[in-house]
């Protein structure tokens, strides 16, 4: 199993700022996720970040809005871009060897835009 | 369009009885399926998943069976305990999709003493 460390555990951000979402995984990992979880919701992809490349970004998520870098095997970022509001949320970090294989979690990042 | 449901919001069970909480997924493509749970103000851990090539598959107090043909799957806990007291997702993945995971709404399992 991989042991997925995301920082900050939480924070309260001024509405239009930004805010960078560090994951940091123990060991290699193929295939890195970046999740939302709304308050009483389940967990949403946001997009699979891709090492060395552009992250690929689900339907309703766009770059500029949630910026990911990706640069190496163990780490990778989310930035929440203009935060506003309704972008309270809890932002999850996930990690896979590979296909057909169990995917890992941080604890989460407990975002609140006042 | 939601793939993955999880259609009881909550299931209270006795301690010592068994707990079994459902899933169902309309996309035939998926081909791997898991249960996490999640405890509040923690990340989602992993208990148990299941090939589409199978149809259940055992660990410890925890089984999960898989039924293609109705696209449902479930998780039994026996016995349940307290300490299973949780948020329970169901999840699912494709090949054709990079093995991203589609989560249900979760099932909110209280185990009574």
């Known amino acids: 199993s991989a042991v997925i460390s995301q920082k900050p555990s939480r924070d309260i951000c001024q509405r239009g700022t930004s805010l960078t979402i560090q994951c940091q995984v123990d060991?290699?990992?193929?295939?890195m996720f970046w999740y939302r979880q709304q308050p009483g919701q389940s967990l949403t992809l946001i997009a699979t970040?891709?090492?060395?490349?552009?992250?690929?970004?689900e339907s309703g998520f766009v770059i500029d809005k949630f910026p990911i870098s990706r640069p190496n095997l163990t780490f990778s970022t989310l930035t929440v871009s203009n935060m506003s509001p309704e972008d309270s949320s809890i932002y999850l970090c996930?990690?896979?060897?590979?296909?057909?294989?169990?995917?890992?979690f941080g604890q989460g990042t407990r975002l609140t835009v006042v | 369009d939601q793939q993955v449901k999880q259609n009881s919001p909550s299931l209270s069970v006795q301690e010592g009885r068994i707990s079994i909480l459902n899933c169902d997924y309309t996309n035939s493509m998926f081909d791997y399926f898991l249960w996490y749970k999640k405890y509040p103000a923690e990340g989602p851990t992993f208990l148990i998943s299941?090939?589409?090539?199978?149809d259940k598959n055992e660990d410890g107090r925890f089984t999960v069976f898989l039924n293609k043909s109705a696209k449902h799957l479930s998780l039994h806990i026996v016995p349940s305990q307290p300490g299973d007291s949780a948020v329970y997702f169901c999840?699912?993945?494709?090949?054709?999709?990079?093995?991203?995971?589609?989560f249900g709404s979760g099932t909110r399992l209280l185990v009574r003493p």
């Open positions: 299941i090939s589409s090539i199978k």
């Open positions: 060991s290699q990992v193929t295939m």
């Open positions: 999840a699912a993945s494709a090949m054709d999709s990079s093995y991203k995971l589609i």
């Open positions: 996930s990690a896979a060897g590979g296909p057909n294989t169990e995917a890992f």
């Open positions: 970040a891709n090492q060395g490349s552009e992250a690929t970004y």
